[in-house]
């Protein structure tokens, strides 16, 4: 009865070890797969934050370079820039994980907007929205990591 209780134990022992085997591997896969999706989020979000910078970039300084009282075609030139920009925060809208990157987007493009049709004319006013929004973009690129504040750090 001896050597039948050890078979019996040697395989309630293999099966467990399996089973617990089976999930470590299972697990290691979900959050390789976690990883992976989490890196390709990022790699889309930051092609279509890059293209609104670069939108918002070109709006902020077809603004101070050309003031909205001159119309004709400086004016239609800012016009389309503004309505692509608004396409470019429509696609972060859809691209964002998080509603504050949604909500600072907006805010940035509308301060942007603003700034086109003269209603705005220190680009000073720019920068909060700006920051906030990098802020944001930040948080839902990276989620849990904090944003160093200030300028480059060094390492120590």
Not at 11 to 33: D, H, I, K, M
Not at 63 to 90: E, K, M, N, S
Request: charged share 25%; proline share 4%; net charge neutral.
């Amino acid at each position: 009865m001896g050597p039948a209780l050890f078979s019996l134990a040697g395989v309630v022992l293999g099966a467990g070890g399996s089973l617990f085997g089976q999930y470590l591997v299972t697990r290691a896969s979900t959050r390789q797969s976690e990883i992976e999706e989490a890196a390709v989020h990022r790699a889309e979000l930051k092609q279509v934050i890059l293209k609104f910078l670069s939108i918002a970039s070109r709006v902020e300084k077809a603004v101070l370079t050309h003031p909205r009282a001159d119309v004709g075609a400086a004016g239609t030139a800012i016009d389309q820039l503004v309505d692509d920009l608004w396409l470019a925060q429509a696609e972060i809208d859809l691209s964002a994980r998080s509603e504050p990157l949604r909500g600072a987007a907006y805010r940035y493009a509308a301060r942007l907007a603003e700034a086109a049709r003269g209603e705005l004319t220190d680009a000073a006013a720019l920068r909060a929205p700006q920051v906030r929004f990098f802020d944001a973009a930040y948080a839902d690129m990276w989620p849990g990591q904090r944003r160093e504040a200030g300028g480059v750090s060094t390492p120590r």
